[in-house]
């Protein structure tokens, strides 16, 4: 079967660093780099970013047991190949290796772009909520603020014209909630699908596009980050729902001309991403419920927005699935700064 598979399979002695078998389509495929018995020669092709990662999947494998969720990138011929690796260790002789190598080359870029574009949906979503939200907010404060100085007119056009602004505007403001709760939401019963997935390149991606949106939001942005690739085990869908979240947050308080940073760096195997705005701030007495279910700390935007969001405890969730921790610090008048962390891998 393996001899007439489109599939890489072969049969190492790790104590030798010598193959035992390799089928044609292993053949084939590291032909250009020959066909030598020692593995070494091969392991230089593993993209050097990933070659700790996978050194410290293999250790995790115990004699008798296999793996089958390791990813990882071949440079061949200046090509960058994914590779899904099926890997198992004998029992009765541990140094025998058998693996299976799939190229799903094709498939992560086909998943890279159906990220790209939710993540895209995701903040353009955000943005809209914004835009939509704060002026609908206003024509029904301005109505209701007509009708109480009308009352004694006693005009009974003008007062039933009025209310069906202000409860028109009530219904545009609670169609913009639910929608971007739905949105937000519908994939909580999904099973947690976490993948190694470069942290830079996703928050490059949700950076550019309220980037590209900071004139009409009358807000700058701005990220933060010395590295062109940060590793991290997510579940790229709902993890970046929780960080679009905070974003909208920040948004949401902070001032025109104000600013929001995204700054992502690691130490010591941790990587820590921080959402920090200008904002007003929260009040102190809020900080130790703040993430709590039902909590007191919900408030109106600046410009009239009304909550449409996760809420907190659920962004909490989100971010402890990850084995992460979240935390902030406030002052109030002197913005906000959400901390997440992460373990890199």
Known sequence: MAEHDAQLYFILDVSTSQFIYRNQAFLDFFETVGNSDNINQLLQLIHPDDFDYLNNRYKEIAPGS?????????VLQQKVYHHKLTIFVEKEEPNVVCGRLADVTEQKLYEYKLLEFM?????VLNIISHDLAGPLGSI????????HHLKEAKNEQITKIISMIEANSKRGIKMIQEFIKKEFLESAGVELQKKRVNLVEIIEQIFSEYKSSELHLNINFAFDCGYTEIYVMIDEVKF????????????????????????LTKNEGKVLLAIADTGIGIPKKFHEKLF???NLAGRVGLRGEHSVGLGMSIIKTIIEWHKGS?????E??????????LTEC
Do not use: C
Request: aromatic share 10%.
């Open 119 to 123: 993540n895209k949906k995701n903040a």
């Open 140 to 147: 029904q404060m301005l109505s209701t603020l007509l009708t």
């Open 332 to 341: 109030e008048k002197q913005g906000t700064t959400f901390f997440i962390e």
């Open 326 to 330: 979240i935390w902030l610090e406030s």
């Open 66 to 74: 296999f793996k089958n969720d390791i990813e990882f990138r071949i």
């Open 292 to 294: 709590d279910k039902f």
């Open 240 to 263: 970046m729902q929780a960080v679009n979240n905070l974003l909208s947050n920040a948004i949401k308080f902070t001032p025109d001309n104000g600013t929001v940073t995204l700054k």
